[in-house]
């Protein structure tokens, strides 16, 4: 199975401050993805990326950034936090096109 | 515009009973594939079933099989004969062949009852 591990595993924080949530995988897949999820709505893409320094948009995008400086590492940014991003944040990556995505255990933010 | 609709947001069957979770898909994308996830309480996000939009047959993964019906452009899960297991949330999602991203409905929670 490919490695892939989302760091931190929970994290609260204020209104207004900014965050950064990892996502590591530990083979060469050229796509990973944010998606966060939220009741009745399912998983929305935020961004992703389809290599080093090569990243694009999802439909939820406003709020976040992201950076991927390494194959192995995509980083999401939430400059300022706000209560509307509370949820829970899922990285993926794209290993086989008939098994879709394998995720990462998930990352529960609650802004406060 | 690309869009997954999954009208049952709950979900009982008694175990060892079989159970079908409805979805129902939106594109003009020629060529697609078709998953669905299933998510414990423990939160993970797990591969079930797969379906290419020009597959002949109906996928099938040992209790999972996918009902494919693409003029109506359903795919429903059938899981047959429940056990507590099952006891989850159940994700249906659809990936363009044009592109790599994964469009999700909004779940069904399914609950095995003893």
């Known amino acids: 199975d490919a490695g892939i591990t989302q760091s931190p595993r929970h994290k609260v924080t204020e209104t207004g401050t900014p965050v950064t949530l990892r996502c590591h995988q530990t083979?060469?897949?050229?796509?990973m993805y944010w998606y966060r999820q939220d009741p009745g709505h399912g998983l929305r893409l935020i961004h992703y990326?389809?290599?080093?320094?090569?990243?694009d948009k999802g439909e939820v995008s406003d709020g976040y950034s992201v950076s991927r400086s390494k194959t192995e590492d995509f980083l999401l940014t939430l400059e300022s936090a706000t209560s509307s991003q509370t949820s829970v944040y899922f990285c993926?990556?794209?290993?086989?096109?008939?098994?879709?995505?394998?995720f990462g255990s998930g990352t529960r933010l609650t802004v406060v | 515009a690309q869009k997954i609709t999954q009208t049952q947001p709950g979900m009982f069957v008694q175990e060892k009973e079989a159970v079908t979770l409805d979805c129902t898909y939106d594109t003009s994308d020629p060529s697609y594939g078709l998953f669905w996830y299933k998510q414990p309480s423990s939160g993970e996000m797990i591969f079930l079933i797969y379906q290419g939009s020009y597959d002949q047959q109906n996928a099938t993964e040992g209790r999972y099989s996918l009902n494919f019906q693409k003029a109506r452009k359903s795919a429903n899960l059938v899981i047959s004969a429940s056990q507590l297991g099952d006891s989850a949330m159940y994700f249906c999602a659809m990936r363009p062949n044009t592109g790599n991203q994964f469009y999700f409905g909004t779940g069904t929670s399914l609950t095995v009852i003893p």
């Open positions: 990326s389809y290599g080093v320094k090569d990243t």
């Open positions: 993926a990556i794209s290993v086989q096109d008939d098994h879709g995505y394998t």
């Open positions: 083979e060469n897949h050229r796509y």
